[in-house]
């Protein structure tokens, strides 16, 4: 409906790829660190609290699963592109299988089946 848009996030020298969880309540976004880490992060929009969920140097374009329990990001692994999937809280973290091609900009679906 229109308004002014307000700064969520405050860490990091850049922050990028903002996507909003399905409930409304957390956003992910990659946020460069000192050094030069671009590294996935959530914030709980209600407290504030942002919290890194990976440790990787190379991370981009988080899409939250439709159910808002996963996120989907891209990121380098042994100098390959891959697809990765971690939980809201950074503690179990897969790597998705694919035929050796290199992969980027992740999305969930299909949607509406």
């Known amino acids: 409906a229109g308004g002014n848009a307000d700064r969520v996030t405050f ?22 660190l000192d050094g030069g880490a ?11 609290t ?24 891209a990121s380098r692994s042994q100098g390959r592109d891959v697809l990765m999937t971690t939980t809201l809280d950074g503690r179990i973290k897969a790597k998705l299988l694919s035929t050796g091609a290199d992969v980027r900009e992740p999305v969930w679906g299909p949607f509406n089946r």
């Open 50 to 73: 942002a919290t890194a969920v990976t440790d990787t140097n190379d991370d981009e374009s988080p899409s939250f699963a439709p159910n808002g329990k996963l996120i989907i990001y």
């Open 11 to 32: 860490a990091g020298s850049y922050n990028i790829s903002p996507a909003i969880s399905p409930d409304g309540k957390t956003l992910a976004y990659i946020s460069r």
């Open 38 to 48: 671009f590294r996935l992060h959530v914030l709980d929009l209600a407290s504030g």
